[in-house]
């Protein structure tokens, strides 16, 4: 469904993204991964016309995206939810999905408000509110909402989970879940959240210095993953500034069994570093 060949992007004169590849297939979740500034916005950005200036293939559904605009990409089907949410803080709920809603009359088959609820019901109860009076998960579950709109046959979502608390995470999760098992929607999910991401995806592209870095199903991501949490990392591996002590936050029984690998047992941007360290650069990083 979207496919993307030797991607090269650039903001101005910063070379950013090198020869990407990634393809995300019908109803299919897959995982974008990498520490901060490895590029995921802007692939996401770059797919969307939003930014950076490209080369090399952007197809979806078979189309060239090359000299589309970026409603004329999402007229396609292509729902996008940035890292900075973009609601109308001043528009109410109900007015934020309606804006989605009229984007695209006539031109795509859209989603009933009935509908969107039926995925996101706190936004029912809460469809009188301000958009800048929202917290920030019910902005996010608003901001992805609104981006279902147009029925998209594919949604990119940029860090949903970022400052979310784990139950709000939990909920966006169920949703986001059933709208690809049940409505079939695919998913292209940049994320550093490890655990979020792998109960949505079963395909996962890493990326490092704007480099694919790896590519693999869920389960041997998961398998390389557990391995760097069984094993110490070598001191090679763990080459880069000396971690941080836990921080004083994090609940005793974290901060009690403190290792110096403690970062590679979390499920966030540690992690995904400790992944690239070890298996990441040496082995599938082109020249
Ligand atoms: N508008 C811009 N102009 C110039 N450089 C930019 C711009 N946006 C991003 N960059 C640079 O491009 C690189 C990749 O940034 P990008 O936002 O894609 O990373 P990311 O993987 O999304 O990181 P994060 O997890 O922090 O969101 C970074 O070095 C960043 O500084
Ligand atoms: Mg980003």
Known sequence: MLEVHGLDAYYGTSHILH???????KGQG????GRNGAGKSTTLKAIMALGPRWDGAITFQGRSLRSLRAYQIARLGVGYVPEDRRIYPDLSVDDNLKVGLVAFRRRRPTMSLDEIWSWFPLLKDLRHRLGRELSGGEQQMLSIARSLAGRPDLMLLDEPTEGLAPLVVQSLSEAIGGLITEVGVGLLLA????????RLTEHVFVIDGGHLVFEGGREEFSRRVDEIERTPLAPAARAGPALPPPPASWPERFRARHRPQYAAKLPNALAIGAFIRQFGSAEQRGP
């Open 19 to 25: 020869g990407l590849r990634l393809a995300v297939g």
């Open 30 to 33: 897959v995982a974008l991964l």
């Open 191 to 198: 994320e550093q959240n490890l655990r979020f991401a792998l």
